[in-house]
């Protein structure tokens, strides 16, 4: 099965100029824990709940600091529709992720959360 079968296409995404409160705004409206962050229309990253809280709150920034000042500068991770879900689970577990961003010519598509690899009935698809 591919990660494309499963994967959620409706994607909040925000820009890297925005603030701490706004993403944070986003994530409680749309009850998600991160959201994929775009640079000139590609992915740059992911900022989730525990980059706000612990290198935002928590490193006394205020809560205007735009977050590419908080996020993760590494190369973003990411997966592609036509991947495995084996492939796309491996990528998540191995790095501590909840979610991975699906990207196809380069840009974001939908994502995948680790939830969406598990069944209606709680059986796994793996």
């Not at 992720?97 to 698809?125: F, Y």
């Amino acid at each position: 099965m591919e990660v494309r079968d499963i994967m959620r296409t409706e994607v909040e995404t925000c820009g890297l100029e925005m603030t701490i409160e706004a993403v944070a705004s986003m994530m409680k409206e749309f009850n998600i824990g991160s959201i994929p962050v775009l640079g000139n229309g590609e992915l740059k990253g992911t900022i989730t709940d525990r980059d706000i809280v612990i290198s935002g709150i928590a490193s006394h920034f205020p809560v205007d600091t735009p977050i590419n000042l908080i996020m993760s500068s590494e190369t973003p991770l990411m997966g592609t529709p036509v991947m495995t879900i084996e492939d796309a689970a491996d990528i998540m577990i191995k790095n501590r992720m909840r979610c991975l961003p699906i990207v196809e010519d380069d840009r974001v598509v939908g994502v995948l959360a680790l939830n969406d690899v598990t069944a209606d009935e709680g059986q796994e698809i793996l």
